[in-house]
C-alpha cells in the first residue's frame, strides 16, 4: 500500500504561473452538475471492513489520525506552489511542522539555526539542546562564509529568509549548494517569503515548512502548519510522525486554509504595495529613527533606512524614536492597526517583539514588526503618523 496520497482533483495546464495555481489547483474533476470546490468531510472513522491499512500514513482510508481526504485538496495545491513533486503534509500549526522536521536530528547531533528566526523555533533548539545534547550553532544568515563554516558536522541546517523579525536574507541558493555537498539535511522556512516570493525546492532545499496560519491561509482564523518535499522517503517519514505524535490539523481548518490560499497572489500584490509606501514615508519621518524593508534606498549612508531583503516583503522592521518607550507610545496610539501578535493577515498589526522574553537577545529592544495588510495605505499612513506625533514618539536622539 502505498504511502503516497493519490491524486484525484483536476490537472492544471501545463506552465501555469503561481499566481494560476493558488486559485486553480486542488479543484475536483469535473464533472457535469459537480461542485467547484471540495467537500469537508467531517468524520473521524471510515467503514474499512477486510481492509488491511497502514497505521504510519495515508492509503486506504481508515481513521482520520492517519489520513482524511479533506487534506489532499490543499496540501497538492501547496506542494504545486512549491513546485513540490510530491504532496504536501499539512500539521495542526507550524511548531508541529517545525517539531516534524526536527525529529531527523540524532541524539548528539548538530543544528545550524539562524540568530535571528521565530523566537519558538530557537526555544525548540534550545530544548532539543538541553535534552538530547543537540549542539546549536546560531548564525548570521546574512553571512554566507559563516553559515558555511558551522555546516561542517552538522545534521540538520535550518534556514529563514528573510528572517524573523529582522528580515536579513539568505543567499540560499549558495547555502543549500554547500549544504548539499557537506551532506547537511536542509530546511527553509518560507512563511514570509510564501511560494510567491522564492521556490527553496528549487534552490536545493530538501524540505519547506510553512506556518499556513499567515500569508497562506491569510486571514488570521485558523492555527495550521506544513512540510513539503521532494523527496519521497523524507514525505514518509514527516508522514509517519504526524501519525504516531497526533500533530493532525482538522479538517474544517484545512478547508479555510484552502479557501484563503485562492487569494494569496491578491493578497500579497496588495500588503506588498502598501508595505513599499509606508516604508518610504517612514524613512523621511522625524520620529522614526530606522525602517526595514527592501523598497528602501541601498545607500550605506542613509541614516534610516536598512536594505535587509530583496523582492519581496509585506513585514516592516520600524525602531520609533524615543527607544522602547517611544515603541510603547506607538502601539499604545495606533486605531486602526492592530496591537497583536502573528502576521500575514489581511489587517495590519504591529508588536513590540522584545516584550517577549525568548526573543532573541540581539533583536533591538525598540523594534516594532509590522505585518501590513491589505486595507487603503493612506488610511494605514494617517493612523502611524498621528502615533508617531504622540508625546515621547519624537523625541530626537533618545
Known sequence: MSDTPTPTHEPLPPGSSPATVAVAAGRPARRQGGPVNPPVVLSSTYVSQGVQGSVHGPGELLYTRMDT?????????LAALEGATEPGVVFSSGMAAIASVFSFVPHGGTVVIPRHAYQV??????????????????????DTAAVVAAMDGADLCVLESPTNPMLEVADLPALLAAARARGVLTVVDNTFATPLGQQPLGDGADLVVHSVTKYLAGHSDVVLGAVVTDDPELARKVRAYRTLHGSIAGPWEVWLALRG???????????????????????????????????????PGHERATRTMRGYG???????????EGADAVVAAVRLWLPATSLGGVESCLERRRRFPTESVTVPEDLLRMSVGVEDVEDLWRDLEQALDARGATEVGR
Open 261 to 299: 490560499l485562492r487569494t494569496l497572489a491578491l493578497r500579497v500584490e496588495r500588503s506588498q504595495a502598501n508595505a513599499a509606501e509606508l516604508a518610504r514615508r517612514l524613512a523621511e519621518h522625524p520620529g522614526v529613527a530606522e525602517v526595514r524593508h527592501p523598497s528602501l534606498p541601498e545607500d
Open 314 to 324: 509585506s513585514v516592516i522592521g520600524l525602531r520609533p524614536r524615543g527607544g522602547v
Open 69 to 77: 481526504e479533506t487534506w489532499h485538496p490543499f496540501e497538492e495545491a
Open 121 to 142: 523555533t530557537l526555544g525548540f533548539a534550545d530544548d532539543l539542546a538541553a535534552r538530547a545534547d543537540v549542539t546549536v550553532r546560531r548564525v548570521d544568515v546574512a
